[in-house]
């Protein structure tokens, strides 16, 4: 079963320990999306799936994934499914790290894709889960409608800078390759992976499946077999989808900036074929999505007084 997940996460998202007893009889919850996920198991019978790769989960798993992976869960429906989860936006957290002068601590999403770590040390653990605990816990308070817009920056800039910090541990993870497993990788994911490392540094250009090809020295008709077969999408499905990505981040982050300026840092030749594509994805207009923005900034101001 493919999963329709939310795209709407703005900077993060957190759910802790949350247990599931009501899963349906399926063999996948499978689903992508266009964020960067950390994801720890704690009881439950469950195997998960990433790309063609299926892993019996064990108690305290943790697994990271950059989130374009076909990836989900398939619990025994007899059993309660414990896990705990963590949703962050790469579009919000990279220029904060980049200014921090620690960009690597991506690299794990950027370059690793996914990896699953097992049998952590139990002290770094709890460490983690504590950390995870609070995080959900700002997010609940950042969500109180009668916390005034200083009181909800602050609250961002705590879990900003929880966020970060659990980064440095999960960069340590994986450096440490004595405490990690990583997942044996096909030669048709590892293809993927290039293609979608290849991408995301390119989309801005005008590029063709020609370009990537070339650029991967690969069949552009078996990298486009492939690539469908790996994620359920086509190549140019998912350069047009990162577009979208990156265009509604400016909207949302960068107000000043006019919609064809939008729409071409974002890789698109016109705006015309910008605001029909964003039309068709978010079912309204680039222009009124970027005014909800801003009256949604203004309420927030408001909500001070």
Known sequence: MVKKVNESLDKFNIVYRNVDVDFEEQDFFVHSHNFYEIYFYHNGDCKYLINDDIIELEENDIIIMN????????????????????????EWIRPILDKLNVPELLTPFDELSNSLFRKVDRDVYESIMQMVKKLQLKQIQQQDHHKSEVQKRLLEAEVTTMLIELLFIIYELSKGKLNSIMMHNNDKSSHVHRIIAWIDQH??????????????????????????????????????????????????????????????????????????????????????YRNRMRERSVGNAYSVK
């Open 67 to 90: 989130g374009s992976s076909l990836h989900g869960p398939s619990p025994d429906v007899h059993c309660p499914y414990e896990r705990s989860v963590i949703e962050f936006s790469s």
């Open 203 to 288: 989309y801005q250009d005008n590029i063709s499946l020609n370009d990537i090809a070339e650029s991967l020295h690969i069949s552009k008709y078996y990298m486009a077999r492939i690539f469908k077969d790996i994620t359920g999408m086509t190549i140019m499905q998912y350069l047009m989808q990162r577009r979208l990505v990156r265009a509604k981040y400016l909207l949302e982050m960068q107000t000043s900036k006019s919609i064809l300026e939008v729409a071409i840092e974002a890789g698109f030749d016109s705006s015309s074929h910008f605001s029909r594509k964003f039309r068709a994805c978010y079912q309204v207009s680039p222009s009124v």
